[in-house]
């Protein structure tokens, strides 16, 4: 693998761009519509891209130089809304690639946003808090021109969370004089956050293959079941999915994986997770790599981690009966086309992991009218959410007997269009 040195990221060239690939799959969506051609060259490009390369001071004293980007793809619908990424690997085509799968996601569930994201080239493991919080409030502060509860609303993303949230929104706050509790999602509880918003992406993943194994007569009861990553997404979708009988055999995150064909019980590895940050060490089970986790045998199939894990390469030794997609964007479209002709049942990202977005849609939506729902109340609304998109998808897909991922893009680029043909083109 060739590998390339840009300012402080190590890449990768041997990937194509997830922007390519949004790219492609939306011009395979609008193909398959007959999308008009001045709607297509709309909507397959982002409205906005703001680059910015800001100062951080460390806590030895010296100044380092970081990268970010806020990328909106679309605004038509409503705000922009997505997340922020802490990552090494982050690019500005990977951002507009999240932001354009943003717009979809959002449309897909039909909530009233756009589609947004963020990124900062950084890797924040070794970072300390104080650290964070000084590179966190500069990155606020560049992209505040873009960001707004009623213009981009970001959340949280791979290796950002509450606490980051806490402190964007409190920088905003701090620059307009006043509370801002609406200009982003994924908070703490005292600041405006919203019950069910951390466990909301996982919990809707588990009613996805909940509705997916109905359909496909499949008893979830004791199926193996292997997730890929275990964050936020991940280890709630390993919790809920055991909770409805499934057994986790194998997990994995950035340090190594674990298989044990007996089982692993997901709560117990969540309490060994907060002593020793990995899942690679837990005791009783075989190590394996993180790509022959995606291979081992399995009846369910979570990656919950990053892009493009599932590619032309591999996509034919990977054998589930569902593969629900945590994670945004880990298939290609070439593994796409493998997975469709071996019947292996694709939850789309845009679809499988929009539980997130979903509640953070009722975050908002909460901040803004200052009234707090209880969790019962926002877990039967996600429910519904789900359940009902997933229907939608579904019946798409099995009436023109497509892949999931073209039916809910299809759907999705549909509600953008429509929106825009309803506005009109300015001035
Ligand atoms: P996170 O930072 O909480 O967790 C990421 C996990 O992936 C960690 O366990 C990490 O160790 C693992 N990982 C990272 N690189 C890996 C690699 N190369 N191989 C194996 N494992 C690796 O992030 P998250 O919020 O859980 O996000 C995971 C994915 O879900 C991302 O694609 C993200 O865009 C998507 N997503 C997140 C949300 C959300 O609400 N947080 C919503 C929708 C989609």
Redesign the pocket.
């Known amino acids: 693998m060739q590998r390339v040195r840009r300012g402080e990221t190590i890449m990768s060239n041997d990937k194509k761009s997830p922007y390519l690939i949004a790219q492609e799959q939306f011009d395979l969506a609008a193909e398959f519509m007959g999308l008009e051609e001045d709607l297509r060259g709309i909507l397959r490009v982002p409205k906005r891209e703001l680059t910015v390369n800001f100062p951080v001071r460390m806590d030895d004293g010296t100044v380092r130089a970081f990268t970010g980007y806020r990328v909106q793809h679309n605004t038509t619908r409503g705000p922009g809304k997505g997340?922020i990424?802490y990552?090494q690997g982050v690019t500005l085509d990977e951002v507009r690639a999240?932001a354009m799968w943003m717009t979809w996601?959002c449309a897909v569930v039909n909530i009233p946003f756009g589609g947004a994201k963020g990124g900062v080239v950084v890797d924040p493991t070794p970072m300390s808090m104080r650290e964070l919080e000084n590179l966190t409030r500069r990155f606020a502060t560049e992209i505040s021109p873009l960001i707004g509860a009623d213009g981009d609303i970001p959340?949280?993303?791979?290796?950002?969370?509450q606490q980051i949230m806490a402190w964007l929104m409190d920088t905003i706050s701090m620059h307009s004089g006043r509370l801002e509790s609406a200009i982003t999602t994924?908070k703490p509880l005292g600041l405006g956050g919203s019950l069910g918003?951390?466990d909301?992406?996982?919990r809707g993943v588990s009613f996805c293959v909940a509705q997916a194994a109905k359909f496909l007569g499949m008893d979830l009861n004791g199926a193996p079941t292997i997730v890929?990553?275990?964050?936020?997404?991940?280890?709630v979708s390993a919790l809920m999915l055991h909770d409805l009988g499934c057994k986790i055999t194998g997990i994995?995150?950035?340090?190594g994986?674990i298989y044990n064909p007996k089982g692993i019980d997901p709560h117990a590895l969540v309490k060994h997770m907060k002593k020793t940050r990995?899942?690679a060490d837990y005791p009783d089970c075989e190590r394996v790599t993180?790509q022959e986790?995606l291979e081992l045998q399995c009846d369910v199939l979570v990656?919950?981690?990053?892009?493009e894990?599932i590619t032309g390469e591999n996509a034919a030794r990977i054998r589930p009966k569902i593969l629900a997609e945590?994670?945004?964007?880990?298939t290609t479209p070439e593994a796409d086309k493998i997975l469709f002709e071996n019947n292996v049942f694709v939850i789309p990202?845009i679809l499988c992991?929009?539980?997130?977005?979903t509640v953070?849609y009722f975050e908002w939506v909460q901040d803004l009218q200052s009234f707090f729902w209880d969790e019962g109340e926002i877990n039967k609304r996600l429910k519904h959410v789900m359940d009902s998109s997933f229907q939608a998808v579904n019946e798409r897909a099995q009436a023109h007997k497509i892949p999931l991922r073209l039916a809910a893009n299809i759907l999705a680029i549909e509600r953008v269009a429509e929106a825009t043909r309803l506005r009109g083109i300015y001035p």
């Open positions: 997340g990424r990552h999240l996601k959340a949280p993303d791979v290796n950002t969370n994924g918003r951390s909301a992406t996982g890929q990553g275990f964050g936020n997404v991940g280890s994995g995150d950035v340090y994986a990995t899942v993180s986790l990656p919950a981690a990053l892009e894990q945590g994670a945004n964007g880990p990202d992991n929009a539980g997130g977005v953070s």
